[in-house]
DNA sequence: TTCGTAATCAACCGAAAGGTTGAACAACCA
DNA sequence: TGGTTGTTCAACCTTTCGGTTGATTACGAA
């Protein structure tokens, strides 16, 4: 049961967010969905360039696109967002746990017999 | 109320959790403090190369570092991954605005009834 | 002092990220 | 038709990432 941290999805998903321009792009989708060329315009780099961070946004599932004429219009796709948040979560329950100094959590996890936690990641 | 997405610490910090094996060393520091070669057991990869993701997480601020003798510790820093809950929650809180506002901005894209369900992929 | 252990530094390498420009594609409008 | 708009593709460049190996520093034990 050795899972380790392999999760291609989080991988994407973590280093889309790790360029501030796609947290800008993020944060502007939170407002309502938004073109290319809407999402492109605050910044000072070409639209190809935008078009490419919105595609690593895409691969890694905080996107999704719609079609409108010509259009290729952008949404937050927020249950992706949800997942790291879940991710980061199982640590800081665990943390909360060991300030506690029990490990009541890691006992009512593991089978009994075995020292098991859950290893997620 | 014009925070653009600039913030080198985020950069980081997302950036550190984007790779398996980091998020793996994150796994294990939330069950408790560990030492290079203590965290570089479980990996394949040499000892150096897992004493360069520390330093990536460190740079983070995610981990922090004591010292032992000769031994470096390396301690979770909860609230840094919490900061990054903290970035993430704040376009949840929005998005559930928009849930049951849906306002002429996301009408005048012609959304076309596809709603986005939660989709826990 | 000398030895062993823990960890880092330094130089190097291939692959990927992030940007550019120019051309091409796709859908509407006249 | 042809023109305009919105978007992507393709090739290229430079910087950063993730890994290697070999040498080096820091500390404690004998």
Request: aromatic share 6%; no cysteine.
């Given at each position: 049961m050795k899972s380790n941290g392999d999760d291609p999805l989080l991988d994407r998903a973590f280093l889309a967010l790790a360029d501030p321009a796609r947290r800008q792009i993020i944060a502007r989708l939170s407002r309502g969905p938004a073109?290319?060329?809407?999402?492109a315009?605050?910044?000072?780099?070409?639209?190809q360039a935008v078009s490419k961070h919105i595609q690593v946004l895409e691969q890694a599932q905080l996107v999704t696109r719609s079609r409108d004429a010509q259009r290729r219009p952008v949404h937050l796709n927020p249950a992706r967002l949800e997942a790291l948040t879940?991710?980061?979560g199982q640590y800081r329950l665990v943390r909360e746990e060991q300030f506690r100094g029990l490990d009541a959590v890691?006992?009512?996890?593991?089978?009994?017999?075995?020292?098991?936690?859950?290893?997620p990641s």
């Open positions: 073109t290319v060329n809407e999402l315009e605050p910044f000072e780099m070409s639209k879940a991710w980061i890691l006992r009512s996890q593991a089978a009994p017999g075995g020292r098991q936690a859950k290893d």
